[in-house]
Protein backbone atom coordinates (compact mmCIF):
# COMPACT_ATOMS: atom_id res chain seq x y z
CA UNK A 1 0.00 0.00 0.00
CA UNK A 2 3.05 2.70 0.82
CA UNK A 3 4.22 2.34 -3.06
CA UNK A 4 1.18 3.48 -4.95
CA UNK A 5 0.24 6.40 -2.20
CA UNK A 6 3.89 7.95 -3.14
CA UNK A 7 3.36 8.10 -6.37
CA UNK A 8 -0.23 9.57 -5.81
CA UNK A 9 -0.90 13.45 -6.53
CA UNK A 10 -1.32 13.52 -2.62
CA UNK A 11 2.16 13.34 -2.06
CA UNK A 12 3.95 16.86 -2.15
CA UNK A 13 6.58 15.93 -4.59
CA UNK A 14 3.75 14.90 -7.20
CA UNK A 15 2.08 17.68 -6.45
CA UNK A 16 4.63 20.47 -6.58
CA UNK A 17 6.01 19.06 -9.84
CA UNK A 18 2.52 18.78 -11.22
CA UNK A 19 1.75 23.08 -10.19
CA UNK A 20 4.58 24.54 -11.05
CA UNK A 21 4.06 25.03 -14.49
CA UNK A 22 1.19 26.37 -13.63
CA UNK A 23 3.00 28.86 -11.18
CA UNK A 24 5.14 29.70 -13.77
CA UNK A 25 2.73 30.40 -16.67
CA UNK A 26 1.00 32.71 -14.40
CA UNK A 27 4.25 34.39 -13.20
CA UNK A 28 5.14 35.30 -16.70
CA UNK A 29 1.67 36.09 -18.09
CA UNK A 30 1.83 39.03 -15.12
CA UNK A 31 4.53 40.53 -17.25
CA UNK A 32 1.55 40.76 -19.98
CA UNK A 33 -1.04 41.90 -17.52
CA UNK A 34 0.18 44.51 -15.31
CA UNK A 35 -0.80 46.68 -13.63
CA UNK A 36 -4.09 43.70 -13.08
CA UNK A 37 -2.98 41.94 -10.33
CA UNK A 38 -4.47 38.42 -8.18
CA UNK A 39 -5.49 39.63 -4.77
CA UNK A 40 -4.28 36.74 -3.18
CA UNK A 41 -0.98 36.91 -4.93
CA UNK A 42 0.47 38.68 -1.94
CA UNK A 43 4.14 38.47 -3.65
CA UNK A 44 4.18 39.25 -6.64
CA UNK A 45 1.78 42.43 -5.40
CA UNK A 46 4.48 43.08 -3.03
CA UNK A 47 7.02 43.03 -5.72
CA UNK A 48 5.50 45.27 -8.23
CA UNK A 49 2.86 47.99 -6.30
CA UNK A 50 4.94 47.66 -2.56
CA UNK A 51 8.42 47.50 -3.83
CA UNK A 52 8.45 48.82 -7.53
CA UNK A 53 10.65 45.69 -8.34
CA UNK A 54 11.76 46.25 -12.23
CA UNK A 55 10.98 43.59 -15.33
CA UNK A 56 14.73 42.70 -14.48
CA UNK A 57 14.58 42.03 -11.00
CA UNK A 58 11.00 40.54 -11.34
CA UNK A 59 12.75 37.55 -13.74
CA UNK A 60 16.22 37.68 -11.31
CA UNK A 61 13.26 36.67 -8.51
CA UNK A 62 11.64 33.89 -10.93
CA UNK A 63 15.17 32.57 -11.36
CA UNK A 64 15.68 32.27 -7.40
CA UNK A 65 12.25 30.93 -7.46
CA UNK A 66 13.26 28.03 -9.60
CA UNK A 67 16.74 27.26 -8.45
CA UNK A 68 14.94 27.11 -4.90
CA UNK A 69 12.16 24.84 -6.43
CA UNK A 70 14.90 22.56 -8.05
CA UNK A 71 16.65 22.20 -4.58
CA UNK A 72 12.92 21.28 -2.87
CA UNK A 73 12.78 18.81 -5.52
CA UNK A 74 16.65 17.14 -4.72
CA UNK A 75 14.95 16.85 -1.01
CA UNK A 76 11.80 15.26 -1.22
CA UNK A 77 13.41 12.68 -4.10
CA UNK A 78 14.85 11.22 -1.25
CA UNK A 79 11.82 9.66 0.65
CA UNK A 80 8.92 10.42 -2.14
CA UNK A 81 8.70 9.13 -5.79
CA UNK A 82 7.37 11.03 -8.86
CA UNK A 83 5.56 8.77 -11.25
CA UNK A 84 4.70 11.03 -14.67
CA UNK A 85 1.44 8.39 -15.47
CA UNK A 86 -0.22 10.49 -12.78
CA UNK A 87 -0.69 13.47 -14.78
CA UNK A 88 -3.23 12.76 -16.95
CA UNK A 89 -5.75 11.38 -14.54
CA UNK A 90 -5.03 14.08 -12.19
CA UNK A 91 -5.75 16.58 -15.19
CA UNK A 92 -8.85 14.78 -16.58
CA UNK A 93 -10.44 14.12 -12.63
CA UNK A 94 -10.00 18.24 -12.47
CA UNK A 95 -11.80 18.71 -15.31
CA UNK A 96 -14.40 16.75 -14.43
CA UNK A 97 -14.82 18.47 -10.39
CA UNK A 98 -14.43 21.95 -12.42
CA UNK A 99 -17.29 21.04 -14.72
CA UNK A 100 -19.37 19.96 -11.94
CA UNK A 101 -18.72 21.98 -8.58
CA UNK A 102 -20.31 24.96 -9.62
CA UNK A 103 -23.74 23.23 -10.73
CA UNK A 104 -23.83 21.27 -7.53
CA UNK A 105 -22.96 24.62 -5.29
CA UNK A 106 -26.26 26.10 -7.31
CA UNK A 107 -28.38 23.06 -6.30
CA UNK A 108 -27.09 23.34 -2.63
CA UNK A 109 -28.25 27.37 -2.81
CA UNK A 110 -31.55 26.79 -4.34
CA UNK A 111 -33.04 23.84 -3.47
CA UNK A 112 -31.39 23.50 -0.22
CA UNK A 113 -30.79 26.79 1.09
CA UNK A 114 -33.24 28.84 -0.50
CA UNK A 115 -30.61 31.40 -2.07
CA UNK A 116 -30.08 33.14 -5.05
CA UNK A 117 -26.56 31.51 -6.52
CA UNK A 118 -26.12 35.34 -8.29
CA UNK A 119 -22.47 36.07 -8.82
CA UNK A 120 -20.62 39.42 -8.84
CA UNK A 121 -19.22 39.41 -12.83
CA UNK A 122 -15.31 39.32 -12.09
CA UNK A 123 -13.01 41.16 -14.26
CA UNK A 124 -15.86 42.60 -16.96
CA UNK A 125 -13.76 45.19 -18.08
CA UNK A 126 -10.34 43.11 -18.59
CA UNK A 127 -9.14 41.28 -21.40
CA UNK A 128 -9.05 37.63 -22.18
CA UNK A 129 -5.86 37.28 -21.62
CA UNK A 130 -6.01 38.90 -18.45
CA UNK A 131 -8.76 36.88 -17.31
CA UNK A 132 -6.83 33.44 -18.42
CA UNK A 133 -3.76 34.70 -16.45
CA UNK A 134 -5.80 35.58 -13.42
CA UNK A 135 -7.06 32.09 -13.10
CA UNK A 136 -4.60 30.20 -12.95
CA UNK A 137 -3.09 32.86 -10.32
CA UNK A 138 -6.25 31.84 -8.56
CA UNK A 139 -5.62 28.61 -8.61
CA UNK A 140 -2.33 28.53 -7.82
CA UNK A 141 -2.42 31.42 -5.14
CA UNK A 142 -5.46 30.56 -3.55
CA UNK A 143 -5.18 27.27 -2.95
CA UNK A 144 -1.59 27.64 -2.02
CA UNK A 145 -2.63 30.22 1.16
CA UNK A 146 -6.23 29.17 1.96
CA UNK A 147 -6.17 25.70 1.59
CA UNK A 148 -1.87 24.18 1.84
CA UNK A 149 -1.54 27.28 4.20
CA UNK A 150 -4.55 28.25 6.07
CA UNK A 151 -6.52 24.72 6.10
CA UNK A 152 -3.37 22.68 7.08
CA UNK A 153 -2.63 25.45 9.80
CA UNK A 154 -5.77 25.80 11.28
CA UNK A 155 -5.79 21.84 11.72
CA UNK A 156 -2.52 22.04 12.92
CA UNK A 157 -3.23 24.50 15.43
CA UNK A 158 -6.89 23.35 16.73
CA UNK A 159 -5.71 19.57 16.81
CA UNK A 160 -2.16 19.57 18.34
CA UNK A 161 -1.35 23.18 20.05
CA UNK A 162 -5.50 23.05 21.53
CA UNK A 163 -5.92 19.97 21.69
CA UNK A 164 -9.07 19.61 20.42
CA UNK A 165 -10.55 16.51 18.48
CA UNK A 166 -9.68 15.46 15.37
CA UNK A 167 -12.73 15.60 13.57
CA UNK A 168 -13.47 18.89 15.61
CA UNK A 169 -10.53 20.32 14.38
CA UNK A 170 -10.76 19.34 10.94
CA UNK A 171 -14.78 20.41 10.82
CA UNK A 172 -13.56 23.76 12.42
CA UNK A 173 -10.60 24.52 10.04
CA UNK A 174 -12.77 23.57 7.00
CA UNK A 175 -15.20 26.41 7.67
CA UNK A 176 -13.24 29.19 9.06
CA UNK A 177 -10.68 28.71 5.99
CA UNK A 178 -13.64 28.48 3.09
CA UNK A 179 -14.90 31.61 5.33
CA UNK A 180 -11.96 33.64 4.89
CA UNK A 181 -11.40 32.39 1.06
CA UNK A 182 -14.79 33.95 0.25
CA UNK A 183 -13.96 37.27 2.26
CA UNK A 184 -11.01 37.87 0.73
CA UNK A 185 -12.82 38.55 -2.80
CA UNK A 186 -14.42 41.48 -1.45
CA UNK A 187 -11.92 43.31 -0.21
CA UNK A 188 -10.63 46.64 -1.77
CA UNK A 189 -9.45 48.17 -4.02
CA UNK A 190 -10.06 45.34 -6.94
CA UNK A 191 -12.74 43.34 -4.60
CA UNK A 192 -16.49 42.31 -5.71
CA UNK A 193 -19.38 43.84 -4.62
CA UNK A 194 -20.73 42.49 -1.23
CA UNK A 195 -23.87 40.00 -1.66
CA UNK A 196 -24.94 37.36 1.03
CA UNK A 197 -25.55 34.91 -2.22
CA UNK A 198 -22.07 35.03 -3.53
CA UNK A 199 -20.34 35.01 -0.06
CA UNK A 200 -22.45 31.70 0.12
CA UNK A 201 -21.72 30.28 -2.93
CA UNK A 202 -17.83 31.07 -2.52
CA UNK A 203 -17.94 29.54 0.93
CA UNK A 204 -19.36 26.23 -0.04
CA UNK A 205 -16.51 26.45 -3.04
CA UNK A 206 -14.23 26.75 -0.57
CA UNK A 207 -15.45 23.88 1.29
CA UNK A 208 -15.25 22.10 -1.98
CA UNK A 209 -11.76 22.87 -2.36
CA UNK A 210 -10.65 21.83 0.79
CA UNK A 211 -12.14 18.52 0.20
CA UNK A 212 -10.50 18.23 -2.65
CA UNK A 213 -7.29 19.46 -1.25
CA UNK A 214 -7.91 16.58 1.65
CA UNK A 215 -8.84 13.26 0.02
CA UNK A 216 -7.26 13.84 -3.45
CA UNK A 217 -4.05 16.44 -3.17
CA UNK A 218 -3.04 20.07 -3.41
CA UNK A 219 -2.47 19.57 -7.45
CA UNK A 220 -6.29 18.11 -8.07
CA UNK A 221 -7.00 21.26 -5.94
CA UNK A 222 -5.16 23.39 -7.57
CA UNK A 223 -6.19 22.50 -11.07
CA UNK A 224 -9.94 22.09 -10.13
CA UNK A 225 -9.71 25.64 -8.80
CA UNK A 226 -7.84 27.22 -12.24
CA UNK A 227 -9.61 25.09 -14.87
CA UNK A 228 -13.16 26.06 -13.13
CA UNK A 229 -12.08 30.13 -13.27
CA UNK A 230 -10.60 29.91 -17.07
CA UNK A 231 -14.70 28.15 -17.37
CA UNK A 232 -16.57 30.62 -15.90
CA UNK A 233 -14.42 33.96 -16.39
CA UNK A 234 -13.04 33.14 -19.75
CA UNK A 235 -14.48 30.70 -21.78
CA UNK A 236 -18.33 31.93 -20.76
Not at 101 to 130: C, E, F, K, N, Y
Request: proline share 4%.
Amino acid sequence: MGAPQKESPRNLLTSLVLVFPLFILYQVGVLFTLPMLNGADFVTVLLFSTLALSVKGYLLFLAVVVLAFGLGLAVLKRTQHFNGRVILPVLLESVIYALTMGSLIVLVMTRVLGLSSTLAAGLPDQGLLTRLVMSVGAGVYEEAIFRLGLLSGFIALFDKALGMSRWAAVLAAFLLSSVAFSLVHYLPPTGDPWSFGSFTFRSLAGLAFATLFKLRGFAVAVYTHAFYDVFVLVLQ
